[in-house]
């Protein structure tokens, strides 16, 4: 289930971060679940981490507790109920 979206004037809303600031409001996300953080950060670590970690290289993974959650879910095979 996804969570409720932020309206366009909450200050946490990404559009209001500089490093946004390039960005279309329209292509921001307004709420992410954990089945949609699971869609966006399995496949970076597929395509970029792991290959870095086979190929032996140092590699030090940084990241929130939803995209943690989405590799633990990954990881472990957990299904979506």
Known sequence: MEPPALDLDDE???????KYQSVPVDLLPRSESLKMTVKRVVPYWTDVIEPSLKDGKKTIVVAHGNSLRALVKHFTGMDDS
């Open 12 to 18: 946490m809303h990404p559009r209001f971060s500089i």
